[in-house]
C-alpha cells in the first residue's frame, strides 16, 4: 500500500516537472519574441496601481495586498479566474451595450484585461524590477477625501452608533438611526462617507439618508447649482452591512457634508427615487427553480437630467437593465447590469457629458431577472417558494435613481449643446 503511494507520487511528481519544464520554454520563447509576454513590473503593476490597490492593500477591505510582485504572485491563479469572470474589479455593467461613460468607472479596459490574463497565461513572470513603477503614495486614512477640492474641513461630521462585529458569523446590517444636530436649514454640496479606520476591512457598504459609502467612492459631490436641502433637526438613518473577518472590530461609519454658503439657495434640488419599489411590493414571487422576470416604471412629470442608477435586489438577484421609453415612442437602453451581485453595492454615476436628459413625459423602465434555480451559486435554497421582505432571504427590486428636474429653457439648451457634439441624448451611438 505504501509502495503503491509511493510510486504514485514519484510519477505525479515527474509529471509535475514536465509541466514546469514546459512552462520555462515557453515563457522564455515569449519574451524573446517580438510582442513579447507582459510582465508584472513593466504592465501589471501599473494596472494594479490604477485597478486594484483602492481595496487590495493592508488595511482595507480586499482580502489580500497586491502592492508588490511577492504579493501578487501567490494569487496569480485567483486573479485569472476572478478577472476573467469580470467579477474583480467589482463592475457588474454590461459593457457593449447602454450608456458606457460614468464618472466612479473602476473596471479594467479590454486592453487592461488581456494584459492582464496574458501574464497569468505566460507564468505570472515578474520581469525587469527596474520597470516597477514607482508606489503610489495612498491618502492617509485618517484625512477626509473630499477636504482637498471643497478647501476646507466637513461643516457638519455625524456618526453612526457603534457596533461590534465578532470575528466569526453571518453578515449583518446596523440601521442606527442618529440625530444630525443641524440647527438650521442648509443645502448641501458635497457629502463623504466613510467607516472607521479599522472598520474598512468590516464595511461592504453602508448608506446614510445623505449618501453612500462603496468602496473606491470618494464620495458624492454635487454639479454647481445642485444641492439637497438638509433640515434643522433632522435625523440619519444608516444602513450598514458589515461582515466577518476573523477578528473581532467595532466600527463608527462617520457621514460628513459640506455646505454652500448660508444665504445661497441652489437653483436644483437634487432628488431621489426609489424606481419600481411599489410595483415589486405588490407583484414580486419567485417560484422555486425558475428563473423570474418583473418590472418596474414611473413616468417622469418634469425634464429630467438622470444622475446615477443603483440596482438593488437581494441573494437571487441576477441582472437588471434601464430603458427610457420616450415620449414620441422610442426606446432606449440606458444601463443593463448583467452580472448582479448582491454584496456589492454599486451606484453606476454617469459622467456630466453623458448623463441621460430625458423630456417630460418619458417613462423609466426597469427590468429584474432574479435567479432562483441551483445554478446561482448564491442561491441559499433553490426549493424555496421567495416572496418580497426585508430580511436578506426574503428578496426584492428596485433602483435607487438620484436625479434633478430640468426646465424646459434648460432641457432645449442642454440638448442643443449634446447633439452638437454627439448627435444623441445620452452620447451613445444611435
Ligand atoms: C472596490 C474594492 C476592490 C477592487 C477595486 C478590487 N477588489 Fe478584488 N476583492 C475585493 C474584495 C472585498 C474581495 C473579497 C470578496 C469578494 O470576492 O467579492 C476581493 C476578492 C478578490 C480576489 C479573490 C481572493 C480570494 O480570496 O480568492 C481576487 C483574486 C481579487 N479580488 C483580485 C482583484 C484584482 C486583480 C483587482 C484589480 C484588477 C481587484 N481585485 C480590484 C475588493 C476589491
Given at each position: 500500500m505504501d509502495q503503491m503511494c509511493q510510486r504514485r507520487t514519484t510519477t505525479i511528481r515527474k509529471s509535475l516537472a514536465t509541466v514546469v519544464l514546459f512552462g520555462v520554454a515557453s515563457l522564455a520563447q515569449a519574451q524573446s519574441a517580438p510582442g513579447a509576454a507582459p510582465t508584472f513590473a513593466k504592465d501589471v503593476a501599473p494596472i494594479f496601481q490604477q485597478k486594484?490597490?483602492?481595496?487590495?492593500?493592508?488595511?482595507?477591505?480586499?482580502?489580500?495586498?497586491?502592492?508588490t510582485y511577492q504579493d501578487a504572485r501567490p494569487w496569480a491563479r485567483a486573479i485569472k479566474t476572478k478577472v476573467a469572470a469580470r467579477d474583480m474589479p467589482p463592475w457588474h455593467m454590461d459593457?457593449?451595450?447602454?450608456?458606457?461613460?460614468?464618472?466612479?468607472d473602476i473596471s479594467l479596459s479590454e486592453a487592461q484585461f488581456a494584459t492582464i490574463v496574458t501574464w497569468v497565461d505566460a507564468g505570472a513572470p515578474l520581469g525587469d524590477a527596474k520597470d516597477m513603477p514607482a508606489p503610489v503614495k495612498w491618502?492617509?486614512?485618517?484625512?477626509?477625501?473630499?477636504a482637498a477640492s471643497q478647501g476646507r474641513i466637513p461643516d457638519l461630521i455625524i456618526k453612526s452608533t457603534p457596533w461590534t462585529q465578532p470575528a466569526e458569523g453571518q453578515d449583518e446590517w446596523w440601521q442606527p438611526v442618529v440625530d444630525s444636530g443641524l440647527t438650521e436649514d442648509r443645502w448641501i454640496k458635497a457629502v463623504e462617507v466613510r467607516p472607521s479606520e479599522k472598520g474598512r476591512r468590516i464595511v461592504h457598504h453602508g448608506n446614510s439618508a445623505l449618501a453612500e459609502f462603496a468602496v473606491g467612492k470618494e464620495g458624492e459631490i454635487y454639479p454647481e447649482g445642485t444641492g439637497k436641502l438638509m433640515k434643522a433637526g433632522e435625523q440619519v438613518r444608516f444602513d450598514i452591512h458589515y461582515h466577518s473577518v476573523g477578528e473581532e472590530i467595532t466600527d463608527q461609519l462617520e457621514v460628513a457634508a459640506w455646505f454652500y454658503p448660508k444665504a445661497y439657495v441652489p437653483k436644483y434640488q437634487f432628488k431621489t427615487m426609489t424606481l419600481g419599489v411599489q410595483q415589486a411590493m405588490d407583484t414580486f414571487d419567485l417560484p422555486p427553480g425558475k428563473v423570474t422576470v418583473h418590472h418596474g416604471y414611473a413616468t417622469l412629470s418634469e425634464p429630467t437630467r438622470v444622475l446615477s442608477y443603483q440596482p438593488h435586489m437581494h441573494m437571487r438577484g441576477k441582472a437588471m437593465s434601464l430603458e427610457a421609453i420616450y415620449p414620441n415612442g422610442r426606446t432606449e437602453m440606458?444601463?443593463?447590469?448583467?452580472?448582479?451581485?448582491?454584496?456589492w453595492h454599486i451606484n453606476y454615476v454617469y459622467s456630466d457629458d453623458a448623463a441621460p436628459i430625458l423630456p417630460r413625459g418619458t417613462v423609466l423602465h426597469i427590468t429584474a431577472w432574479h435567479d432562483n434555480t441551483?445554478?446561482?451559486?448564491?442561491?441559499?435554497?433553490?426549493r424555496q417558494w421567495v416572496g418580497w421582505?426585508?430580511?436578506?432571504f426574503d428578496d426584492m427590486y428596485h433602483a435607487h435613481m438620484r436625479m434633478v428636474s430640468l426646465t424646459d429653457a434648460d432641457y432645449d439648451e442642454i440638448m442643443k449643446e449634446r447633439k452638437k457634439t454627439t448627435g444623441t441624448a445620452t452620447g451613445q451611438q444611435q
Open positions: 486594484c490597490q483602492t481595496c487590495h492593500r493592508p488595511g482595507q477591505m480586499g482580502p489580500m495586498s497586491l502592492l459593457k457593449t451595450v447602454g450608456i458606457q461613460k460614468f464618472a466612479n491618502p492617509d486614512g485618517s484625512q477626509w477625501r473630499l440606458l444601463s443593463y447590469v448583467d452580472h448582479f451581485n448582491f454584496n441551483s445554478a446561482n451559486k448564491n442561491n441559499p435554497d433553490p421582505g426585508q430580511r436578506s
